[in-house]
């Protein structure tokens, strides 16, 4: 062998640096103005509002339906009142070990509160032209159907699955919602 071979084959005889440690590892992450923070579970508020922005919006919209259209009063009075039923029964459903006072509670306070806010806003957009009354309709709808979806985010459901028939219900009544929702939007816009 020649030296060139040899001097590849033995080691160098440079000194080599010590390997380096690894960097510590942070204590604690920094505050991340991006990061949400968990969801705070309040199932009594939740489900009362859920409840009051049920019955509000099927009010408004079966009430709207049923004064520009020929439905009877009859069947407007059962769909407001099915609707809330529906309503508080979703949102008490996941409390099947509460006390019977806590599962009736939500819905006593959603229709009282729904009361209430009947006479404020019966006071407050009592208008005689037709234009305000339906402007008056819009702002309503929005504050129920936002009433509506803080509920269902407080309320902080586990998601279950369901069967194909429940499936298809819940399909179906969602359909409905949103098809008398679209018949009333388009009766308030044609006259505001």
């Known amino acids: 062998m020649n030296e060139q071979e040899s001097s590849e084959l033995a080691p160098s005889a440079e000194p080599t640096a010590p ?6 590892m942070p204590q604690a992450l920094p505050f991340d103005g991006w990061v949400r923070p968990r ?13 009051f922005g049920a019955l509000f ?3 408004l919209v079966v ?22 039923g529906l309503a508080w029964y979703r949102a008490t459903c996941q409390m099947p070990h509460a006390p019977r006072w ?20 019966t006071a407050v957009f009592s208008t005689g032209g037709r234009q305000q009354a339906e402007l008056a309709a819009l702002l309503l709808w ?19 699955p369901l069967s194909s028939n429940a499936r298809t219900g819940r399909i179906a009544l969602w ?15 044609s006259y505001a």
């Open 102 to 121: 806590r599962r009736f509670l939500p819905g006593i306070i959603a229709f009282f509160s729904w009361l209430v806010a009947l006479v404020m806003s």
């Open 175 to 189: 359909l409905i919602a949103g098809i008398a929702t679209l018949l009333a939007g388009v009766n308030i816009i």
């Open 39 to 51: 969801r705070v579970q309040r199932p009594l508020v939740g489900a009362t509002l859920c409840c």
């Open 57 to 59: 919006w099927s009010y």
């Open 19 to 24: 390997l380096a440690e690894p960097a510590p």
């Open 63 to 84: 009430g709207e339906i049923v004064v520009w259209t020929a439905v009877p009063e009859a069947l407007g009075v059962l769909a407001v009142l099915g609707t809330f």
């Open 142 to 160: 929005s504050f129920a159907a936002a009433t509506y979806t803080l509920g269902r985010h407080l309320m902080g459901q586990v998601s279950v």
